[in-house]
């Protein structure tokens, strides 16, 4: 039997995707077959997954969009999916003129949003496409949370940051709007290291204030809580990130 978190997988666009990107299925004959497989186990040791025959919501992401995806583990510490997934789009950033960023297109429409450029704000876009992504829901409500800045309501809020939680800020002198990013550690200075959308226009790591801007913290539903909270019980990130400047 076909092995696939995701039912009704398209298996003729696994065999494809496979193909393409350099790992041979067989004939696309849309049957998880021994080839397939095989193509599946050595596409996913190439991005850092656990080389198994399964096809999750990880692994899609994986083969559409051709990312890497960084190990489980943060130290001792378990990554969420939808962090590992954001960590996988690193330095995607959005393309001046007329020409967008066909991965952030694609956000838009996965979130049946209708938004056709890459110049809309999309920071929150991309927090809901990454948890979307993970195989978690996003209610039509909380999907235009892409134009807005905070999650209240949704999921279940922290009383303070966890790894791979959602953080999200005020934007000083402009009510109703704000930024949205993961927490993916904590630096030697105590500040969030946070890993978002259109941070500086791209894909990248940067700090923050553990409650900089009136900041709170959700947690994605569908999913356990987080069985630590607080800054005492992030990983040490040591990737540099300048001080936000532009998230617009």
């Known amino acids: 039997m076909a092995k696939s978190w995701i039912r009704n997988t398209d298996w003729r666009w696994v065999q494809t995707r496979l193909k393409t990107l350099g790992f041979d299925p067989g004939p696309i004959d849309g049957e998880f077959g021994p080839l397939t497989q095989w193509a599946v186990v050595e596409f996913k040791k190439s991005r850092g997954l656990k080389a198994r025959p399964f096809v999750g919501p990880i692994t899609i992401a994986a083969l559409r969009d051709g990312i890497t995806v960084p190990p489980r583990q943060i130290g001792d ?11 996988g789009y690193m330095g995607l950033r959005e393309i001046p003129g007329p020409q967008h960023a066909k991965e952030i297109l694609n956000w838009w429409q996965q979130l049946g949003l209708g938004f056709r450029t890459d110049e809309t704000p999309w920071c ?3 927090v809901n496409a990454m948890i979307l992504k993970a195989g978690l829901p996003i209610t039509p409500k909380y999907r235009a949370a892409a134009l807005g800045w905070r999650w209240t309501g949704y999921g279940q809020r922290l009383e303070g940051p966890a790894l791979g939680a959602v953080m999200s800020m005020v934007r000083p002198g ?75």
């Open 77 to 87: 510490v378990d990554m969420p999916p939808w962090l590992r997934l954001a960590h």
């Open 124 to 126: 929150a876009g991309f």
């Open 174 to 248: 402009r009510p109703g709007s704000g930024h949205m990013t993961f927490v993916a550690g904590i630096d030697r200075q105590g500040r969030i290291q946070g890993v978002g959308g259109n941070q500086g226009n791209r894909v990248r790591v940067n700090s923050y204030g553990v409650w900089d801007r009136d900041a709170q913290y959700h947690w994605p539903e569908g999913t356990p809580m987080p069985e630590k909270v607080g800054v005492e019980h992030l990983p040490l990130f040591d990737a540099s990130g300048a001080v936000l400047r532009n998230e617009a």
